[in-house]
């Protein structure tokens, strides 16, 4: 069963707009991970964010972390053409991270 | 000077053909990973190798069999390919036992196709 489940599945938006992406999970977690992916690639580690905390900055991205609703948001400000991906929550299970099926992400120039 | 190289990228191959994958990390990392993702994205572990020793071992058919020569190499051969075990496979590592910590390093994937 998935972990961590990603919200919306796809979102479009202009150049220079916000884009938020929501995961939730299921189970008491230690840590959660975004990713991104880019078309024909790897994944990228892009923050870890721990479960005592409540939010974490890097560059133009903004990670917020609730565990008692069990969920976390993944903010990208200012949006550009290159960020277009898919954007991949995942979660700590023992010495396994699960991950979630991602929201793919296109912004229009 | 790629951190997490693997090879093929692309692999095309008829049914009931047998396949290696190769991987490297020229990172220092303890753990090796094994992923497959499907069409619709979902990113599913395989196998882990944490200094040469098996940590996990997910349940994949045992036509998969990875091997790890040194903590820096973790293999993938896949005996009797099916139309099913068409994905692309990632390599990953991380330090330490568990990537939830530290997070990981991907390769860039081989998308294998079996015809």
């Known amino acids: 069963s998935q972990q961590g489940e990603e919200d919306p599945q796809a979102l479009s938006i202009q150049e220079g707009e916000n884009a938020t992406m929501n995961c939730s999970y299921k189970t008491s977690i230690n840590n959660l991970q975004w990713y991104r992916q880019n078309s024909g690639r790897g994944l990228v580690h892009l923050i870890l964010i721990r479960s005592n905390e409540r939010e974490k900055h890097s560059g133009r991205l903004r990670v917020t972390l609730d565990t008692s609703k069990k969920s976390s948001s993944l903010l990208i400000t200012a949006s550009r053409a290159a960020d277009t991906a898919s954007y991949f929550c995942a979660t700590d299970a023992g010495l396994k991270t699960i991950f979630g099926a991602g929201t793919r992400l296109f912004v229009k120039a | 000077d790629t951190a997490v190289s693997q090879t093929p990228k692309y692999l095309v191959t008829q049914m009931g053909n047998d396949k290696s994958i190769k991987c490297e990390q020229n990172l220092g990392h303890d753990t090796m990973y094994w992923y497959k993702q499907d069409s619709k994205k979902f990113l599913k572990i395989m196998f882990s190798y944490n200094n040469k020793e098996l940590i996990i071992n997910e349940t994949v058919p045992n036509r998969f069999s990875p091997k790890s020569p040194d903590k820096a190499h973790l293999n993938l051969h896949i005996n009797s390919l099916e139309l099913g075990d068409s994905a692309v496979y990632f390599c990953?590592?991380?330090?330490?036992?568990?990537?939830?910590?530290?997070?990981?390093?991907f390769g860039s994937g081989t998308r294998l196709t079996v015809v």
């Open positions: 990953a590592s991380s330090q330490g036992r568990a990537a939830a910590h530290y997070g990981y390093t």
